[in-house]
């Protein structure tokens, strides 16, 4: 039993934490009033704008294993940050300043997103010349993957909380963060405060443009980090088109099924990589298609908590009461 | 205290939201260590007077200043930073934060995010003032006169210096109200400057020091409060008793008969607050009933109870048919209603909002009443067409086809189109909430036209007015509602615009039952 | 300062001149883009464009059952956002329907006649779709539970769903593909007019394009649609009863997904896999929006959309670009039309600290 823990739980984390990524930025928009349908175009954006700063970047360099491991690491994370920031940028000057619906702008944002992916992907993977339909990127993706130098020292504590690479903490940090922002600070109160009532917030003068602007595009960088974190460490820094797959709408789903909670998004994205990877594990002899079954699990719990939370009507565990709605000052 | 410079001056404020001017040419000055009652009749622009000075709206023409310094005030924020904070009608509260969460909401204090420490200065407020409100309440589980007070405790927690309340007692008891009038009297000697929206003349006497009163969006004059009498008051708030010759036939007394009876009617709206308290009364065929109060004295739930569109509480509405045949009508929506064979039609209040759909056509909206007749599963336009066409004939709808949707047509045409509807109906019963509210003259004498000649035609008209000189010269009974209860029914062609509009802020008062 | 107001109204000749200016605008700013990306001049990208849309018969045709399956599905979608309901599960209900179809035919496909079996498939992959709508929709009417939320997690269930069957059925086993369905036999393929395969898709659509713009327009239901969601206590108070208008406003909706999954694997694929729908679920979304959600404009709109992406795909064959070229542009056009809406419910007045003097701007 053991045994399958340690083998299965570091597989788990490692499946959740591109989702824990998204759900977190989403979250973050979200609490704003901004429902980012984007965020699956906008993690793509992140993936591969990392992927194209440290492609450049190696092509520089004659022999890859001469990385500067600084460069390796801030040019592909500033890229990232730098693309996912514009997606942000775009979705707020559209819903926000032009009051555009925000379903309609964020399915757009997904389809430019994976296409951007994609398109400069394929490109990338044209430029390389290779037979196989992808990019690697092993000096970089070693450096991503880089673990605590005493991970492999201290057995199965090791194997279980230190094997990964520094992103999978950042994604726990950010997470624990943004709890902790939401929920002590000021802002957090304020950003809330514009995600269930901005005529409230407005009255009470809090700048509802600038808090949905700074939240959206926060969120998209939060979330354009698990695209990054997917190709540069999962995918041991292999990009091929349209790997990522449905994480984005995971990552959605996991907002309802966390109730928008950020702090409960840490084991809820463990679980939900680890429902994601459980046809992995199911004893040999049983029917391949059950696993197909299986990976349907963390959509229907969601649909439940969905439900559950919808009939309950606890006040508490409601979406942003304006979650989606424009919002206009003088609108009377 | 050394009063020099008005602490806020209004200059000329003029405001417009689309066709309808809410504030014209307004201007006003309010001084530090003074309590201003504004007064003025629904409508009057009180509000968005107000909403300009905490940054709510932004004037179309017009300056504001600030201890005789010229501001803009762009947004609450600004308003804050000038030490103007206002208490508005409809709470400004995040239903689930709690009081302390709400209050420092929107605070930039320096230093440490510290909701502890602000509890207690809360707490320290609600004790000095005898506030009764738990800090750590979530403001979903308050009720409405709680919220009320977390919106005072919010704007003395702030130490404005200019507090605006806009009929803030309305929903408190007459205790809370004192602590109330006790703790603004406390700010006034401290020097700050108040200005105070409310119908209640009692207490526009009771605390405020000078009274300034707009009608109709402009400004119509002040008077030091210990000199002015509440008759004078009111006079300056109706303006003068005028003539307006609208017709009023004798009601065909061979015919008349009891249409409808209300009677013990209770009603409570959705956070449980009794709106319609044990009402009841008797409304006959061929009669205009007026119904007059301050607004959300339960007019709009009287008409919606009737209309089979607000649950009720207990009591029972009744509908004669004729003298043997009586249907019950709570219980019902309006469909089955309808089925009953009971022609009720209602004009209700928020036009656009439920009586008509703003983005249809004429056509299709007088289809609303009428879709769902015939077999057939597609519309019939045709007759709607031609009853559209009628409407605008007869009713000299001003609008450039009946293919236009209503809510590009201006206030009165939308009201033609909605009351041309409901008469088309061949109605029983007509429920009417401000028939005339927003129209120009002609429209509205059209309207009395049109409500006249469905009395003489037999049909119970109910009269949900707010214009006094209009009640009194229309109806042939007004019903005067306070508070959700009936302080008296008395005869249109004897009584005095006093006499009501004393009825309408205090109970008992009535010779009629 | 800065202030923006509602316009009071915009007369419809100007606004229909701004939409197609700015579509006109998008399409230069497109062509600049593919210009950089391939070294080509602008005209020439928009003759390869017109090239792979309309360059042959068969190009033609393609492009028309195409712009024909993504018009089905936002015919679909349709009715429900007329009544401000987001239903963003197309996808999952073209699943559903396209399983249910694909079940028929090689359940049954030896089993009964041809035509049975054609009807069967109908009235399964219609059921199939309603049911995935019908789910959120009594949610919706009875606890007011999130319908974007729920619809949108009810598409994976449905490529889960779907991902299982596609094992269950493969063919050859261990291939993870179900193949061509009824090869040899053609059972359950939509019938051929004229020899051609593409036009009673087309056919059939140009029939659904026009029942459903009957149905919104001149149909009792559709006027119940309409009124709902335009206000709801408008509705109340004639006695229309919302919730029951919600869940029958979205099996229809629903169904007609699922239909669209039958056009596309009894008609066009003859096979099912996961990604069948292709995001029509979701594209269908934005042309039903860019269109008003009038169903004789999607004919435009979804032209426009099926355009771009076939033109574009012919450029990137053409010039060894990737195929998601077509998205990228798909996009940047989006965001162009998106942006227009603004512009037209509302103007910007600049107003100047001291002076009283109003400018306005679009």
């Known amino acids: 039993m053991f045994d399958f823990l340690i083998t299965f739980f570091p ?34 954006v992140g993936g591969i704008c990392g992927v194209i700063g440290s492609f450049l970047y190696e092509r520089t360099l004659s022999d890859p294993s001469q990385i500067n491991p600084v460069l390796g690491i801030l040019i592909p994370l500033a890229c990232c940050i730098l693309g996912s920031l514009l997606m942000g940028l775009i979705y707020c000057f559209l819903t926000v300043t032009l009051r555009a619906n925000q379903n309609v702008t964020g399915l757009a944002m997904t389809t430019f997103g994976v296409g951007v992916g994609n398109f400069f992907g394929g490109s990338l993977i044209k430029l390389t010349g290779a037979d196989i339909p992808s990019i690697s990127l092993t000096a970089t993706s070693s450096l991503f993957r880089t673990t605590l130098p005493f991970a492999g020292a201290t057995g199965w504590f090791g194997q279980l909380f230190l094997s990964y690479g520094f992103l999978a903490y950042v994604a726990i940090l950010i997470a624990i963060g943004a709890s902790f922002m939401l929920n002590r600070t000021r802002i957090g109160l304020q950003l809330r405060a514009v995600g269930e009532n901005p005529a409230t917030a407005d009255a009470a003068g809090i700048n509802i443009t600038r808090y949905k602007y700074v939240a959206t595009c926060a969120g998209c960088v939060i979330a354009g980090l698990g695209g990054l974190y997917f190709v540069m460490d999962y995918a041991n820094g292999i990009w091929a088109n349209d790997a990522f797959g449905d994480r984005g709408w995971l990552a959605i789903a996991l907002v309802i099924f966390t109730i928008w909670r950020p702090g409960a998004s840490i084991p809820a994205s463990i679980l939900f990589g680890g429902l994601y990877i459980l046809h992995l594990f199911i004893p040999t002899g049983t029917d391949l298609a059950i696993k197909e079954l299986y990976k349907m699990l963390p959509y229907v719990v969601t649909i439940v908590v969905l439900v559950l939370t919808s009939t309950r009507n606890k006040r508490e565990n409601q979406p942003p009461e304006s979650l989606g709605l424009p919002y206009f000052r003088e609108d009377r | 205290m050394q009063v020099t410079k008005p602490a806020v001056s209004m200059h000329g404020i003029s405001k417009s939201f689309g066709a309808v001017q809410a504030n014209k040419n307004v201007s006003l000055d309010i001084n530090r260590g003074e309590v201003l009652a504004l007064l003025g009749e629904n409508g009057s622009g009180k509000t968005t007077l107000m909403n ?9 023409s017009g300056y ?66 005898g506030f009764d409100v738990d800090p750590n309440q979530k403001v979903y589980d308050m009720s409405v006169s709680q919220k ?9 927690y702030r130490g404005a210096d200019l507090l605006i309340l806009d009929e803030p ?13 006790a703790v603004l009297r406390n700010m006034r000697d401290d020097g700050k400057a108040i200005i105070i929206i409310t119908h209640k003349l009692n207490e526009v006497k009771d605390i405020s020091d000078r009274v300034a009163v707009l009608r109709k969006g402009e400004y119509v004059g002040e008077m030091v409060t210990s000199e002015a009498t509440t008759a004078e008051m009111t006079n300056m708030m109706v303006g003068r008793q005028v003539t307006l010759n609208i017709d009023r036939p004798d009601p065909e007394m061979k015919y008349r008969m009891e249409r409808i009876r209300v009677k013990n009617l209770t009603v409570k709206n959705r956070e449980g607050v009794t709106k319609l308290d044990n009402v009841s009364f008797t409304a006959f065929t061929g009669e205009i009933l007026g119904i007059a109060g301050i607004s959300g004295s339960g007019q709009k739930e009287l008409l919606e109870a009737i209309a089979g569109l607000q649950p009720v509480e207990s009591g029972s509405i009744e509908y004669n048919v004729d003298d043997e045949q009586v249907e019950q009508l709570i219980g019902m929506d309006p469909l089955k209603i309808a089925d009953m064979g009971v022609v009720l039609s209602f004009v209700p209040e928020d036009r656009l909002g439920m009586g008509l759909v703003g983005s249809m056509d004429l056509t299709d909206n007088m289809m609303l009443r009428s879709f769902r007749r015939g077999t057939s599963p597609l519309t019939n336009r045709k007759e709607s067409r031609h009853l559209a066409e009628l409407v605008v004939d007869e009713l000299e709808v001003s609008t ?11 206030g009165g045409n939308v009201q033609k189109v909605l009351v041309g509807r409901e008469i088309a109906a061949a109605p029983t019963v007509l429920l009417s909430a401000y028939a005339v509210r927003g129209l120009d003259v002609n429209s509205s004498y059209l309207i009395y036209d049109l409500l006249n000649r469905q009395k003489g035609n037999g049909v119970a008209v109910i009269y949900v007015g707010e214009d006094l000189d209009v009640l009194l010269e229309l109806c042939d009974r007004i019903l005067v509602l306070c508070g959700g209860k009936v302080s008296g029914i008395v005869d249109g062609r004897t009584t005095t615009k006093n006499e009501v509009g004393l009825m309408m802020t205090k109970l008992g008062g009535g010779d009629d039952q | 300062m800065i202030h923006v107001v509602k316009r009071k109204e915009m007369p419809l000749a100007q606004s229909v001149a701004i939409r197609l200016g700015v579509i006109g ?32 018969p068969r190009k033609v045709w393609i492009m028309l059952q195409e712009v024909a399956l993504l018009l089905c599905v936002s015919l679909a979608l349709t009715p429900a956002f007329r009544m401000k309901f987001w239903n963003l599960g197309g996808e999952g209900q073209i699943l559903a329907g396209g399983l249910a179809s694909a079940a028929c035919m090689i359940l049954l496909g030896d089993k009964v006649p041809n035509a049975a079996l054609i009807a069967i498939m109908f009235v399964a992959s219609v059921a199939a779709g309603a049911l995935w709508a019908a789910v959120p929709a009594f949610f919706k009417a009875k606890f007011n539970t999130n319908e974007t939320l729920f619809t949108l997690m009810m598409n994976y269930v449905a490529t889960q769903l779907v991902a299982f069957y596609v094992i269950v059925w493969e063919n050859p086993k261990g291939s993870g593909t179900i193949g061509v369905i009824n090869q040899q036999s053609s059972a359950g393929w939509l019938p051929t007019i004229a020899g051609n395969k593409h036009l009673l898709i087309v056919l059939l659509v140009a029939l659904l394009t026009v029942g459903m713009y009957v149905y919104l327009n001149y149909s009792k239901q559709g006027y119940e649609i309409s009124v709902v969601g335009e206000s709801p206590s408008t509705a109340r108070y004639v006695g229309i009863k919302v919730s029951k208008v919600i869940v029958r406003t979205l099996i229809i909706s629903g169904a007609l997904c699922g239909f669209a999954g039958m056009l596309l694997v009894g008609g066009s694929a003859h096979t099912l896999t996961t990604s069948i729908a292709a995001g029509r679920g979701f594209t269908a979304v934005m042309v039903a929006w860019l269109a008003k959600f009038n169903p004789l404009i999607m004919i435009g709109s979804s032209g426009l959309i099926e355009f771009m992406s ?21 996009g940047i056009i989006l965001f162009f039309i998106i942006g227009t809406e603004f512009f037209i419910t509302y103007r910007v007045v600049l107003s100047h600290n001291k002076g009283k003097s109003v400018e306005e701007l679009g």
Request: hydrophobic residues 40%.
């Open chain 3, 310 to 330: 076939h033109g574009a795909s012919e450029i990137a064959t053409t010039y060894g670009l990737n195929q998601s070229f077509g998205d990228i542009l798909t």
């Open chain 3, 25 to 56: 605008v998008a399409l230069v700013v497109c062509g600049i883009i593919t210009a950089i990306a391939t070294g080509l001049n602008p005209i020439g990208v928009y003759a390869t464009m017109i090239q792979g849309s309309f360059g042959s």
């Open chain 2, 52 to 60: 300009m000075l905490s940054g709510i709206y932004y004037p179309d």
């Open chain 1, 11 to 44: 597989r788990a984390v490692a499946q959740g934490i591109p989702l824990l990524f998204g759900c977190t930025g989403e979250i973050v928009t979200e609490k704003s009033g901004n429902l980012n349908l984007g965020i699956p175009g906008v993690m793509y």
């Open chain 2, 400 to 410: 450039p086809s009946i293919s236009t949707p209503v809510s590009k047509l201006s």
């Open chain 2, 64 to 129: 504001i200043e600030i201890d005789g310094k010229r501001v803009e005030i762009g947004s609450p924020k600004d308003a804050f930073d000038y030490g103007i904070g206002m208490i508005h009608q409809h709470f400004k509260l995040v239903n689930v934060f709690t009081a302390t969460e709400n209050i420092v909401l929107g605070l930039k204090d320096k230093g440490k995010f510290d909701l502890a420490a602000a509890t207690s200065k809360i707490q320290q407020i609600c004790d000095t003032y």
């Open chain 2, 169 to 181: 007692t309305a929903v408190l008891t007459p205790q809370e109200t004192d602590k109330l009038f």
């Open chain 2, 148 to 156: 009320q007070t977390v919106e005072i405790v919010k704007v003395l």
